[in-house]
C-alpha cells in the first residue's frame, strides 16, 4: 500500500506531554524506516493523524524539520478522536498521513524580521516555525513572539515560552494571560490589545498569526495600522478536513482547496477569496 | 380549482398588505408543466405567484419550523393531510398557534403526473380538478379523466379531503366517502412469513442512500440536532450498509411513533422509491387496534396513546 | 475480419446476450434492471434476459461501481502498541452494462479529482478491474441536457465497448466500437463477430446525434454560467433558492459527478475495524461543522451555493472540465424542483 495516499503509516508515540489541561503534545516515530525518511515537511504543513476507531483529525506539525528523529503533534482535546487519543499511552501506535498543505513561505521569509502572534493552541504551527528559525537562525532577521492564552495553565510550551526562546540571539517573546493570577507578574490582557501596547513597526517585517477566529480578525486589525501590508500578514485556516489530497470535497474556499493551496495563506490571498471560512 | 387559486391570492396579497402576515408560503408553478414548488410570497404583489392544482402534494408545514422563532405570523397552504401536522406540532410544542395564519384547501385529491402524460401523450399539459374528475389540457387537445383512475398513489387511502384546522377556507368543502382501508399494504406485508418478510425489507433497505430525505420532508422531525447526524455517540453507524439502514429506518419510525400524521411525504420523497410510509403505517396501525386512536393530528387538544398513561390502557402482556 | 483490428461493426440483440452471458453465469455482470415502476438500478445480473432495455438512465447513477457509497478502505486488528493494519478485501473484475454517455462523460469528469498529485489506488483499481460497455440513447429523458454541456447522447470515449442502438427499440441491433483492449477482450472471449457496418460508423453516429438533439425538451445554453462564481457570490438569489431546500442528499447522491466523501471508522466489539469512504453531501448541516462548533457554511443558502457553484463554476476552474453532464437526476428527484438547468438560465439572466 505504498502508494495509497489514504494509507496511514504506522507509527509509536514515544512522548506525551502536558502542556495545558487541554493540550498535549505527541511526539511520535514513524515505525517504518522508510517512512520516516521520507517524511520532510515545512513548517506550518500538517498531517492526518488516525485514531483507528474513530478516524482521522487533521492536526499541525509542530515540530521543525531540521530535528529529524521524531515528529510532534499538540492536539487540544475537543471531541472523540481527539477525547479518545488524549487516553493513549507511550508506545500506542497511531496512523499518520502527510506531510499536506503549503507550509510558511520560507523563501519569502529568509532575512526578514518577523512577528509571530499568536493565541492558545494556535501556537503549534507557529513553534515549528520558530524552532525552524532557531536552528538555521542566520537565515533570518529579528524575531518578536507575541502569545497569549486564558490563564497561565493554559499556556502552551512553557518551557520553550520561558527558558528556549527568550535566550535565543535577537528574539524577544511577550507573552499575557487573559485575567490576573496569583503568581504571575507578567502582562495581562487579551492579545490584540497587547500588540497594540507594544506597537512593533510593521516596516519590512512579517507577521505570522495563529489563534481562534476572534483573534485573528482583532489581530489583523492591529497589524494595519502598524504598517503590515496585506502581503506581510501571513496566517494559517483551520478547515474541517476528511482526506487532505483534495478530494473528499469539503475543505473548500470557492474553487480554492485549502488542503492542497492552503492552509497558509497572506492577507492579500485571504481577501481575495469568498467569504467562506 | 381555477377558483381555489384565485381565492387563495387574493386572500394572500389582503394577509400581506394589511400587516396580518410576513410571508405566504404556498405553491407555485414549477420549472415544467409536471412540477409545482414551495413558494414565499412575502410581498402583496407577488401573491399571483400562488397555485393551487392537482400537482400540489408537497406537506408545506415543514417550513413553518424555519419561521416560528421570528417575530410576526406566516401563513401557510394547507390540504386536509397537510393540516393534521399543525396539531401535531402544537401538541408536540413545537408551534403556537397564534404564529400560523392557515390557508386551508378543500382537496378532493391529487393526480399523479406519470399518468397524466401518459393520457396526454405528451408532456406540456396543464391540470385542473373539476367536479368530474380532472381535466387535463395542452395545445390542440384535451380530456377529462375519471378521478379514481388517474389519483396520486398518497391520495387513495385519503382521511381528509377538508382541513381539520384552518383559518380560512378557499374552496367549498368536499364530501368525505368511507375511504379505503389505509392499512391493508400493512396487513399484506405482515401475513408473509417472518424469513420472506424480512427478505422483502432487506432488498429495500439495501437500495437506501442515506440521503436523510425522508426525515427532512417529515414535519415530524423537529430535533434541533438530529442523533443520526451525531458522531458521539454514533447511534446508529453512519455508514451506509443494509444493517445501519434498516436501523435508522425503524428508529426513526419509532422516534415519530404517535406523532407521524401520515402525510406521505416520505415516501414521496425517496428517490429509490422505498415504501416507507407503510412502516409508518404499521405503527399507525397498532395505534388504532390498540388504543382506538384516530390518526395523530386530527384533532387538538387529543389525547396522545404513547405519551398518556391510564390505568386502563391494554395490558395483556402482563 | 480480425477482431484486434475491428474498431467497429454491428451486433443483434442476440449477440448482446451472448456478450454478455459469459460475465452474467460467473457472477460479474452489474447492468440495469427496473426494480420498482420508477426505479432502475444497476445491480448484480445473472441472466441476461433481466436486463432492462426501456430505460432513459438508472435512478442511481453507475459511479457507485467506480466509487461505492461505501467502501471498506483498510482495517486493523489490535490496539495501542498491538495494532496492525490489514488490507482491504480483494476486487473482482465487474462488466458494467448499459453506462450512458452522460454518466461515461461523468468518468472524465471525476478522474483529476481522484488522480492528480495523490492518485487514489481505489478509483484506480476499480476502473483496472470494470470493463464498461456504454449504451448510447435512443431517446432524450425529460429531464436530460448532456447536449448542453457538448456530450453526444450516442456515444462517449470512455466505455471499453461503445454500443449504439441502430434503431429504437434496439431490434435492429447495435453500432459496436471497441474502444479499448479490455473491450476488445470482452468482445474475443464472447465469440460474438460483429458484422460490418452498412453505413460509415462515424456518419451513422453523427446522424443519430442530430436526431436526437433536435428532440431534447429543453435547449439550455449554459456559455458564461461560469462567471456566476465570481459575480453573484454574495447575491440573494442563493438565500431565496435555499428557502425551500429540505437540506437532503437527493441531488448529490444521484449526481454522476458528485464525489465528496466521509471517513468513517468502525469498531466490532473486539476492537478490531474497518475504515470506511461514504459518500456525502455538501448540503448536510455537519458536512463542513468544526470540532469548535464553527461552521463556514451555516445556512442551506451557503451549501446550496456551494453545490450549484461547484457543478457550475468551481470544477470547470480547477479542472477544465464542466462539474454537471446533464444526466438530469437531480432535476427529477429534487422534492421541491430546485433545478440546475433552470439555475443556469436564472444566473445567467441576473448577469446581464
New interface residues.
Partial sequence: MRDNPLWPHLATIVKIVDETPDVKTFRVVLDDPGARENFRHRPGQVALLSVFGQGEATISISSSPTRRDYLEFSVRRVGRLTGVLHQFEEGYKIGLRGPYGNGFPLEELRGRDLLFVGGGIGLAPLRSLINYMLDRRDDFGSVEIVYGARSVADLCFKEELFTVWPKAPGVRVYTTIDRPEYGWDGHVGFVPSYLAELAPSGAGKYALICGPPIMIRLVLQELAGLGFPPERIVTTLELKMKCGIGKCGRCNIGSTMVCTEGPVFNLARLQALPPEY | MKEITLNLRARAMELLAGGRVDLVIGYGTGSLPEFVRPVFVDRPERAGELIFNPLCAQNLTKYVLDYRDRPGRVAVVVKGCDSRSINQMMADGQLDREKVFLLGINCPGLADPSLLTGAAGRRDWQVESVPEGFRLRWPGGERLLPRDEFLMYRCRTCEHHNPVVYDELLGDPVPQDEAPDRFAEVRRIESLAPAERAAYWDALFARCLRCYACRNACPACTCRECIFDRPEPEWVARVVAPQSNLAYHLVRAMHVAGRCVDCGECDRVCPVGIPLREINRKVLKELAVLFGAPTPGTAYPAPEPLATFSVTDPEEWL | MSVTTLTAGVISREDLVRLLAGPASEGRLMAPVR?????V?FVPVRDPDAITLDYVNS??PPKEYLFP??EK??G?RG???Q???I?PPELQPLVLFGVRPCDLRAITVLEP??G???????WRRRRELTTIVGLGCTEPG??CFCVAWGISPVAAPEADLMLTPLEPPAAGGYLVAVQSAKGEELLRRSGVGPQAAGTEPAVLRERRTAELTARF??LIDPTGVERA?ERL??HSYWR?LA??C?????CT??CPT??????????APD?S?G????????L?????????G?N??PTRA?RLR?RL??KL??HR??YGLEGCTGCGRC?A?C???I?I??VVADLKGLMT
Fill in positions: 426494480v420498482a415502476p420508477e426505479v438500478l435512478t442511481v457509497r461505501a478502505i483498510l486493523w490496539s495501542g502498541p495494532l496492525e493494519l488490507l479529482v481522484f492528480g498529485a495523490y492518485p487514489d489506488l481505489y425529460p429531464y425538451r429543453r462564481a457570490f454574495e431565496e428557502r425551500r429540505l437540506g437532503c442528499g437527493i447522491f444521484l458528485c464525489h465528496c466523501f466521509n471517513v468513517i471508522d468502525r469498531t476492537g475495524g475504515r470506511y469512504r461514504c459518500w456525502d453531501s455538501c448536510f448541516e455537519r458536512f463542513t461543522l468544526q470540532a469548535s464553527h463556514p457554511r451557503e456551494n457553484l461547484h463554476s468551481y476552474t480547477r432535476v428527484a422534492p421541491v424542483n433545478d438547468a433552470e
